[in-house]
């Protein structure tokens, strides 16, 4: 197990550097770089010069990256070339943004998927089992950002409402709780619809796998009470691939979170690497992509150390 | 694959005769309403995408019924200039008009847009105008002919789906989106399985430092969100003076400009290889798990003792055991490839907008803040045709499901076109 986690813990430099190297050298390749867009359309010389040499953009890319893998050991992670500010102060304000969203979408999708996805693997072949399973496939299958589109429109259209974070910056939860939670609400809801639909099939077949075993039978002929036996006995084991399955989501729910921020317009890590990205800001796209990446390693070892904890019988060679 | 392994064993009783597989497939297909659902959806997809506009051997056939790209050509007489002018003017005096704000029309070579009413006397209007910088029409007493006439128009008989802020036939584009997402969905599976299941093979089969390298690369790549991976990947390759985009609008036969009625069409062709890369890192990563257990079988050891080279076991021995997984993949990861293509469109940077992508359509800034206004027409009907047919693949793949194993009903293994996450579940 500790052989496990060291091998793991040592395969996070390698996929910083290559992350981080690929990022910069494939920014490297496109010929306008950032001074380009700083200067303007017309590119005066003069400012371009300027612009390069205080970004020490005209030194060789090696030695940039280098200076830039330096720096960030000790902590400075470069400067936003477009904002002109320190990407660990904007990190530091849009971190919390993501992470909440995040957080909000988990609680939400297991709210929403595990109790539909119980009752339909212990009520088989019922309606309810029927609605559940459409349900999913459904909720699977409609794009968030489109589910998004829909409830921003036709909210307005019909109820006279929009989402509160219009007009209005992001309130950190400290200050204002509810408003918070209001910011938050819909834009977790429509990323955890989709995961809620992996959660809920997820459930279905882990509890039905489960559910046919004998100690469960023994559970019933001992006249538990079809809580105890479904909630104590079952879920207990069922739990353990959803929670896997969690981990590896991870990176989807990264991905989405770029999509719902910048629909939902969340100053969020996802909406900055959007941005970044389309304005070409490397030391910000080479951080933020070495942060998902970082987290995503994270999630999946954590996971895997979840797992043997909650079923002793598993060992990692 | 055929039904016949597939069904549970209590259900062969039920069967009338052996030996009409009509009548088994009726019975399947009964017995299954959301599969038969969902090969409607997959089989309009494809049937959309390919007819939506054909051009072969001098035949021309269209279902779509006006031109998804072209601004509408419907020309409507909206009234009669009631002086001269030139083109300093900014306003017009126009007599027995029906100009709508917004609205914009010809004055002989030029085009102006309708930017606010002045005054009306009577049926006589004078409205405010932004001009085009061409020279103008010293015109008196002409015919204003309105081309944008149905600009937003409401879904109508003429138009099912309504018209765009430009006119476009939402109908139209929403069909011929269907062409896009095919093309890119095939394009990206059919380069990203093929390779990734070269690699994976390779990888799993000499093992090792080789198998080292291409895993270590698998897991970086995989460390990036999918999304994130395929905006670098575009911005990147898709960019006017890239490499790669040079070479491949000089060294192959690709054209820059318009191929099969998609214009735009290099650029297309780019977002789906990019999302094939995509698609071949997750295969490389499936396929080298399973190669792993094939070349442990007796057979392989057999082979290599008779002397077959590397290549040829490979070829031969490990390649047909993993050709089932590999199709299979494929048709899982298509809706998720086309799921990609639309998700990056919509955040504006995958296929670039006048090609009529479902993304693209949904991320148009003037339709969205149009739809807020309560013309959700140009937004919704994409939309909708690209949920339902992620949702026809979906219901595809759980039929298939419940058919090659009872047990697993409703279970999810083995995935399916992933809507929540955005960048589809494998991704």
């Known amino acids: 197990m500790r052989d496990y986690i060291v091998r793991r813990l040592l395969l996070l430099p390698v996929i910083i550097l290559g992350v981080t190297l690929m990022t910069f050298l494939a920014y490297r390749i496109i010929p306008g770089n950032a001074a380009d867009l700083t200067c303007g359309i017309d590119r005066d010389p003069q400012c371009k010069e300027k612009v390069e040499e205080l970004y020490g953009l005209d030194r060789a890319w090696y030695v940039q990256y280098g200076d830039w893998l330096l720096d960030a050991a000790q902590g400075d992670l470069g400067t936003s070339l477009l904002y002109r500010t320190a990407v660990t102060t904007e990190l530091e304000r849009r971190i919390p943004v993501t992470l909440e969203l995040l957080v909000l979408t988990i609680i939400i999708a297991l709210g929403i998927g595990l109790p539909i996805g119980i009752l339909s693997a212990i009520r088989p072949s019922t309606p309810a089992d029927w609605l559940s399973r459409f349900m999913s496939v459904l909720f699977l299958s409609v794009p968030s950002f489109y589910l998004g589109i ?30 918070n939670i209001q910011q938050f609400f819909f834009p977790s809801l429509v990323l955890a619809l989709g995961e809620s639909a992996v959660l809920m099939r997820l459930t279905r077949s882990s509890m039905l796998e489960v559910l046919r075993n004998d100690y469960i039978r023994t559970a019933w002929a001992k006249g538990l009470r079809e809580r105890s036996v479904v909630w104590r006995h079952a ?21 989405g979170a770029v999509i719902i921020e910048s629909l939902y317009n969340l100053n969020g890590t996802g909406k900055y690497v959007l941005e970044s990205i389309l304005r070409r800001d490397i030391f910000v796209v080479q951080t933020l992509t070495m942060l998902f990446a970082v987290s995503y390693v994270g999630a999946n070892l954590a996971v895997d150390i979840a797992y043997a904890w909650f079923d002793p019988r598993i060992r990692y060679a | ?32 309403p959301l599969g038969v659902f969902g090969v409607f959806c997959v089989s309009l997809l494809f049937f959309c995408g390919i ?45 027995g008009s029906s100009l709508e704000l917004g609205s914009s029309f010809d004055l002989e070579t030029e085009r102006i847009t309708v930017t606010r009413l002045v005054s009306e006397i009577g049926d006589t209007h004078t409205v405010a105008v932004a001009r085009g910088s061409s020279p103008t029409a010293h015109a008196e007493g002409v015919p204003l002919k309105h081309e944008a006439a149905l600009a937003l128009a409401e879904p109508s008989f003429s138009h099912p789906f309504g018209t765009d802020h430009l006119a476009r036939d939402v109908f139209s584009r929403t069909i011929f989106g269907a062409r896009i997402s095919l093309l890119i969905g095939l394009v990206a599976v059919l380069t990203g399985v093929s390779t990734g299941a070269m690699l994976g093979v390779i990888s799993g089969y000499f093992g090792k430092i080789i198998d080292t390298i291409i895993q270590r690369g698998v897991d970086i790549l995989l460390a990036f969100p999918a999304v994130v991976l395929l905006l670098a990947i575009i911005t990147v390759v898709g960019d006017e003076d890239s490499a790669v985009r040079r070479f491949l609008a000089s060294s192959t036969p690709l054209p820059d400009r318009d191929f099969v009625g998609i214009p735009n069409f290099l650029d297309v ?59 299979i993949l494929g048709s899982v990861l298509l809706p998720v490839a086309i799921l990609a293509e639309a998700t990056i469109s919509f955040l504006g940077i995958g296929v670039p907008l006048p090609t009529p992508s479902w993304g693209a359509d949904l991320s148009d800034e003037k339709s969205r803040t149009l739809m807020l206004e309560g013309y959700w027409w140009p937004v919704f009907f994409p939309g909708f045709a690209l949920s339902l047919i992620v949702l026809g693949f979906n219901m595809v793949g759980d039929a298939f499901r419940d058919l090659s194993d009872p047990r697993l009903r409703g279970s999810g293994l083995g995935g399916g076109g992933r809507g929540g996450g955005g960048g589809g579940s494998p991704l």
Do not use: C
């Open chain 2, 51 to 95: 007819f939506a506009q054909v051009d072969i051997f001098g035949v021309s056939l269209s279902i779509v019924p006006y031109d998804p790209l072209a601004i509408n050509r419907e020309t409507d007489v909206l009234g009669t200039l009631a002086a001269e002018v030139d083109a300093e003017d900014k306003q017009l005096t126009v007599v």
């Open chain 2, 269 to 327: 062709f780019i977002v789906a290889l990019a999302i094939g890369l995509a698609v071949g890192v997750f295969t490389t990563r499936v396929v080298r798990g399973a190669v792993l257990s094939i070349k442990e079988n007796v057979y392989v050891d057999a082979a290599r003792s008779m002397g077959a080279s590397d290549a040829r076991i490979m070829w031969r021995h490990i390649f047909p055991n993993v050709v089932a997984l590999v199709v």
């Open chain 1, 150 to 179: 829909l409830m921003i429109t036709f909210g307005l259209l019909w109820f006279g409402w929009t989402p509160p974070q219009f007009g209005r910056g992001y309130v950190p939860f400290y200050d204002d709780p509810w408003i």
């Open chain 2, 1 to 32: 694959m055929a039904q016949e392994v597939a069904l549970p064993l209590q259900l062969e009783e039920e069967l009338p005769e052996r030996g009409r597989r009509w009548r088994r497939l009726a019975h399947t297909a009964h017995r299954h």
């Open chain 1, 235 to 255: 879920l207990k084991n069922a739990i353990i691939p959803i929670i896997t399955v969690i981990g590896l989501q991870i990176g989807g729910l990264l991905g």
